[in-house]
């Protein structure tokens, strides 16, 4: 099984609903994070959490919004999806302990907004 | 500004053929650097990383990558390249202390093809 997990893996939706977005990790980190990848541009942040009740804004975090439920779940969530939003999302974890600062990803959720 | 510079959007190679993809960047802390692959459909996954000691770094899948500060530069390497390693690569940069750590700025790509 995968260390971090995120669902839906694809998902359609149409301009105006709501979407949520979840990650759940098994490798006991205590930051997350939510990116966003569009062809050509990389990745760009949206949020991240360095604990349960750190919550933080990224380089893109307009239209969207994140909860960190519990460490190990951090949900992204479009409180009304427009087409522009079409993107690949991906959630990631890292560990504060010296050294380190290395991101371990998920294997991304596909939306698409019509 | 901080910023990660890949000039190449696209490479091909030949399969056997030696490989370097290009990274520049611009930070003002002291920098902790990163190569990323993604397969299609796939997440992302570290080949290798870079904060002190040898500037050149081992990888997984036979990659490396050389550090140079006078240049801002962290080149990704491969000898001789194999078909399965056509994917997107990409660089980053990350701060090595302070609180935000972690928060990696990716470099816009480059997606790697490999002829037969």
């Known amino acids: 099984d995968a260390d971090v997990t995120q669902t839906p893996r694809n998902r359609i939706t149409k301009t105006g609903k709501r979407i949520m977005l979840e990650c759940s990790q098994t490798?006991?980190?205590?930051?997350m994070y939510w990116y966003r990848q569009d062809p050509g541009l990389g990745l760009r942040l949206i949020y991240y959490?360095?604990?349960?009740?750190?919550?933080n804004k990224g380089e893109i975090s307009d239209g969207y919004s994140v909860s960190r439920q519990a460490q190990a779940k951090f949900s992204l969530s479009l409180e009304s999806a427009i087409p522009n939003q079409t993107a690949l999302y991906f959630c990631?974890?890292?560990?504060?302990?010296?050294?380190?600062?290395?991101?371990?990803f998920g294997e991304g959720s596909r939306l698409t907004v019509l | 500004a901080q910023s990660v510079t890949q000039p190449d959007i696209h490479i091909t190679v030949s399969e056997g053929a030696s490989l370097e993809l290009r990274c520049n960047y611009s930070?003002?802390?002291?920098?902790?650097l990163f190569w990323y692959v993604q397969s299609p459909g796939q997440g992302l996954q570290l080949l290798l990383k870079?904060?002190?000691?040898?500037?050149l770094v081992q990888g997984i899948k036979g990659f490396e990558a050389e550090f140079k500060r006078s240049q801002s530069s962290f080149n990704l390497r491969k000898p001789s390249v194999h078909w399965s390693d056509a994917a997107e690569y990409f660089c980053?940069?990350?701060?090595?202390?302070?609180?935000?750590?972690?928060?990696?700025?990716f470099g816009k790509g480059t997606k790697l093809s490999v002829k037969p």
């Open positions: 990631a974890t890292s560990v504060y302990r010296g050294n380190t600062g290395e991101l371990f």
């Open positions: 490798k006991g980190h205590d930051r």
């Open positions: 959490s360095f604990d349960v009740k750190d919550i």
């Open positions: 930070y003002g802390a002291t920098p902790y």
């Open positions: 870079y904060f002190s000691g040898d500037t």
């Open positions: 980053a940069v990350g701060a090595l202390y302070g609180g935000s750590q972690g928060n990696l700025i």
